[in-house]
Every structure is written in C-alpha cells, then in structure tokens.
C-alpha cells in the first residue's frame, strides 16, 4: 500500500491552522496513524485509528478521515510543533508511512 | 514509564553483519508487538520488521521485501530485549534504527519509540 502526503512542505506562523493529508492507495478503513518527528529524535505518536488522539497529545491536534482519504489538522500552531508530520498505515504488511510534511516557521 | 533503549549499531563493512538490540523496561514486554524501523539520514520513515506479543499468533514474524532474507527479528520475553540479526548488510542498509512498541500483542501503530542507534555500512 503506497502512502502519500500533501504538501511536502508547509509555512506558516504561530497561531495558524494547518491542515496536512495524507492519501493510501488502497482502502485501509481506519488503520491509519499520525506521527511528529523534530530532528535529530524519535517520532513521537500523536494519532491512531485516524481520529484517537494519543494520551497527552494536545487537543490542538486533531485527525478525521477513512478508507483512503485522511487529514491531520493543527488548529493553532504553537512554537513546539514545527516538525516534519508523517503518516503510517498499519490496515496490512507490509506497513508503509508517508513521505512526511514538514511544517516550518513562515 | 516506557522505555526503550537501542544498541548495537556501529560502522561495518558491506556483506558483514551486525545485531541490534532494544532494552525495554516499564511494560510487561511479552504482552506486546515489537517492529524495528529504520530512517536513512535526511530520508522518511520505512518499516522494517515486526514480531507478534503473547496471544494470537505468538512470535509471528513480517519483514520489509527489503531485508528478508538478510534480517531476523527476534525476541527474549525474559530478558525483556528485542533483536535486530542483520546479514550481508549493504550501502542501502545505512540508517538509524529504531524500535518501538505496538500497544497490544498485534503489530499496529507504534505508541513508543526508542532513541534509535545509527548503523553505518561503508567500506
């Protein structure tokens, strides 16, 4: 299953929303979860089942979608969050992430 | 607290081998799916493989196209460790490997992550 995002890259400034897809090439249902990486450290999980935000994971986050269609939507963006977003499904072996999307500072 | 620690990675030469390993500590480790992923520098994220946790299918192995053949999971549940057995290790290999944790005993998503260890595979 191929995995995609969109936009590769974002800018934007604290306080923005920010809104980042992610596209499988097979229907998946809700087999799909979000992922924050910041150079140099471990992702760190922020959504799983499409729309179950992790524990501790600020409400700011948010995910929505199903089948092969998914969004992850930053409502404010706070300085914590620049970072590089990747998606993941896990619906079937081999599991496959996304490019990533990077969210830098405009 | 969930905690992961890799080790094992290092600078080898192409066709040589190389084991990682993933300390766990703050779970009861046999309950869980266990999945190495690796990211090459200034690259995404690519599954590498994975291991089923108590319950189901126990043990039950999944590897990338990539690495099967040359990779073996493995797991100690007394030890609390999780292994990485790479062989014939090539250019393409080079990549940090992380380990992390699937929250039940089927592999999923991955609600913990280690540090990662850098291996290097360079003549």
């Known amino acids: 299953i191929q995995m995609t995002q969109s936009p590769s890259s974002v800018s934007a400034s604290v306080g923005d929303k920010v809104t980042i897809t992610c596209r499988a090439s097979?229907?998946?249902?809700?087999?799909l979860a979000w992922f924050q990486q910041k150079p140099g450290k471990a992702p760190k999980s922020l959504i799983f089942?499409?729309?179950s935000l992790e524990t501790g994971v600020p409400s700011r986050f948010s995910g929505s979608g199903s089948g092969t269609d998914f969004t992850l939507t930053i409502s404010s963006l706070q300085p914590e969050d620049f970072a590089t977003f990747f998606c993941?499904?896990?619906?079937?072996?081999?599991?496959?992430f996304g490019p990533g999307t990077r969210v830098d500072m405009k | 607290e969930v905690q992961l620690v890799e080790s094992g990675g290092g600078l080898v030469q192409p066709r040589t081998s190389l084991r990682l390993s993933c300390a766990t500590y703050?779970?009861?480790?046999?309950?869980?799916?266990m999945t190495w992923v690796r990211q090459a520098p200034g690259k995404g994220l690519e599954w590498v493989s994975s291991?089923?946790?108590?319950?189901?299918?126990?043990?039950?192995?999944h590897y990338a196209d990539s690495v099967k053949g040359r990779f073996t999971i493995s797991r100690d549940d007394v030890k609390k460790k999780l292994f990485l057995q790479m062989n014939r290790l090539r250019a393409e290999d080079t990549a940090v490997y992380f380990c992390?944790?699937?929250?039940?005993?089927?592999?999923?998503?991955?609600?913990?992550w280690g540090q990662g260890t850098l291996v290097t595979v360079s003549s």
């Open positions: 992390a944790k699937s929250p039940g005993y089927s592999s999923t998503y991955f609600d913990s």
């Open positions: 097979q229907d998946i249902t809700s087999s």
């Open positions: 703050g779970f009861n480790f046999d309950d869980y799916a």
């Open positions: 993941q499904q896990y619906d079937s072996f081999p599991f496959t």
């Open positions: 089942a499409a729309s």
């Open positions: 291991i089923s946790g108590n319950g189901g299918n126990s043990g039950s192995t």
